[in-house]
T-cell receptor
C-alpha cells in the first residue's frame, strides 16, 4: 500500500494562475479531506468528502474547489491563486465517514508570488 | 468557530526529561486524538481516546481524556531526540469534521 500520495511536492505559482493539487489513496477509505497548514495556526480544514460524489466545505473553503468522482482521488483546485494561499497543503483519508483517525499524505508546499 | 487551544506553544527540553502538554476546548468532545508531525512530513496518529477519564499509553507516550470532556493531556517520558516535532490534538466536530489544535512544538537537546 502506498497510503496517501500527493503531487506535486513543491509548486510556485504567479498570482492569478490556476492549478490542481493531486491526492490519491489506495486504502479504500470513504473519507478524504484537504487541510492547509500555516505557521502558528495548526491545520485548517478546506474541503472534505464522505464518499464518492459527495463533498462539503470546511473552515476555509474560499478560493478552492474539489470534486470526488472516484473513491481513490480527491483533487484540490485553486481557481485564481493569491499570495494568501501560500501554505503547506495536506490531504488525508480515513475509514468510515466520521473523519477520525485520518492518515495524512506528505504535503504540497505552495508559494504564490 | 470551534477552537482547540494547546499549551505550551513550544518547549525546549533536554534529552531524558519528561514532557507534559495539554489541549482545551470551549465545548465537549467525545473523542480526542493526538498526532505528531515530524519536520517536512504529514501528521501521524499517536493515540486515540474515546471515554472521559480514559488513560492510554503508546510506548513512552501517555494521553488522558479529561473528566470534563473539554480537555486532554499528553505526556512523554524520558524524551529522546526523535521526539522532536509538532504535537497536535484533534477532535471531531459535528461528526464529520476533524478540528486540530494549534500545536505544541517540541525541541529536544542532547
Amino acid at each position: 500500500n502506498a497510503g496517501v500520495t500527493q503531487t506535486p511536492k513543491f509548486q510556485v505559482l504567479k498570482t492569478g494562475q490556476s492549478m490542481t493539487l493531486q491526492c490519491a489513496q489506495d486504502m479504500n477509505h470513504e473519507y478524504m479531506s484537504w487541510y492547509r497548514q500555516d505557521p502558528g495556526m495548526g491545520l485548517r480544514l478546506i474541503h472534505y468528502s464522505v464518499g464518492a460524489g459527495i463533498t462539503d466545505q470546511g473552515e476555509v473553503p474560499n478560493g478552492y474547489n474539489v470534486s470526488r468522482s472516484t473513491t481513490e482521488d480527491f483533487p484540490l483546485r485553486l481557481l485564481s491563486a493569491a499570495p494568501s494561499q501560500t501554505s503547506v497543503y495536506f490531504c488525508a483519508s480515513s475509514y468510515g465517514s466520521s473523519g477520525e483517525k485520518q492518515y495524512f499524505g506528505p504535503g504540497t508546499r505552495l508559494t504564490v508570488t | 468557530g470551534q477552537q482547540l487551544n494547546q499549551s505550551p506553544q513550544s518547549m525546549f527540553i533536554q534529552e531524558g526529561e519528561d514532557v507534559s502538554m495539554n489541549c482545551t476546548s470551549s465545548s465537549i468532545f467525545n473523542t480526542w486524538l493526538w498526532y505528531k508531525q515530524d519536520p517536512g512530513e504529514g501528521p501521524v496518529l499517536l493515540i486515540a481516546l474515546y471515554k472521559a477519564g480514559e488513560l492510554t499509553s503508546n510506548g513512552r507516550l501517555t494521553a488522558q481524556f479529561g473528566i470534563t470532556r473539554k480537555d486532554s493531556f499528553l505526556n512523554i517520558s524520558a524524551s529522546i531526540p526523535s521526539d522532536v516535532g509538532i504535537y497536535f490534538c484533534a477532535g471531531p466536530h459535528n461528526t464529520d469534521k476533524l478540528i486540530f489544535g494549534t500545536g505544541t512544538r517540541l525541541q529536544v537537546f542532547p
